[in-house]
């Protein structure tokens, strides 16, 4: 059988693997991802992802540093937009709601978010903005820790929809998140 020569040269093949593979998780969830289909919806031979990713896991592990980066990315646009608690916690939730898949491999205990190192730094870079917003007295950032719990626990009830309807329409979803957010005394550094 002959190889044709797109199997070979194909470009940018790790970023089309991952844009597959972000496809197939939004589409049919994290146990339908396979390097080898991958390879197959992007027309490569089925060898070819290896030269990216050397296992799932790895793979895996690209995905889910790819969606923090872009969390990160979200929560620094919404801060210099708004510079507010409230305007990181809208562009957190939004995040969630519009990749829920993703969301959910993101902090998926499968996933060592420890290791490796680049998937540690872009999990920790999210925190770290959120961090900046919020002070603690004490050592154990408690107000960091509340505010992460609030916007994650209410990601998690809008991507499980185990709220009414009524609130999970695209257009009260802001009014939501602010009178969520509104429970929380936090108040960003340098205010008294």
């Known amino acids: 059988?002959?190889?044709?020569?797109?199997?070979?040269?194909?470009?940018?093949?790790?970023?089309?693997?991952?844009?597959?593979?972000?496809?197939?998780?939004?589409?049919?969830?994290?146990?339908?991802?396979?390097?080898?289909?991958?390879?197959?919806?992007?027309?490569?031979?089925?060898?070819?992802?290896?030269?990216?990713?050397?296992?799932?896991?790895?793979?895996?592990?690209?995905?889910?540093?790819?969606?923090?980066?872009?969390?990160?990315?979200?929560?620094?646009?919404?801060?210099?937009?708004?510079?507010?608690?409230?305007?990181?916690?809208?562009?957190?939730?939004?995040?969630?709601?519009e990749n829920p898949s993703l969301y959910k491999l993101m902090f998926s205990p499968e996933l060592d978010r420890r290791r490796p190192e680049l998937l540690a730094e872009a999990a920790a870079a999210a925190f770290g903005l959120l961090r900046e917003q919020t002070t603690a007295d004490d050592g154990e950032r408690s107000g960091t820790l509340a505010a992460w719990a609030l916007v994650h626990g209410l990601s998690q009830l809008l991507i499980d929809r185990l709220l009414s309807e009524e609130l999970l329409a695209a257009d009260r979803l802001p009014a939501l998140v602010t009178a969520v957010l509104g429970h929380l005394r936090v108040e960003p550094p340098g205010n008294p």
């Open 1 to 97: 059988m002959k190889t044709r020569e797109s199997d070979y040269h194909h470009g940018d093949l790790r970023q089309a693997l991952l844009q597959a593979a972000r496809q197939t998780l939004e589409q049919n969830g994290p146990s339908s991802l396979s390097l080898r289909e991958l390879a197959r919806r992007v027309g490569v031979s089925h060898a070819a992802p290896y030269r990216h990713f050397a296992s799932r896991e790895e793979l895996l592990i690209a995905l889910a540093t790819d969606g923090f980066d872009e969390l990160t990315s979200r929560l620094r646009a919404a801060e210099k937009a708004t510079g507010t608690l409230q305007g990181m916690g809208q562009a957190y939730v939004g995040f969630a709601v």
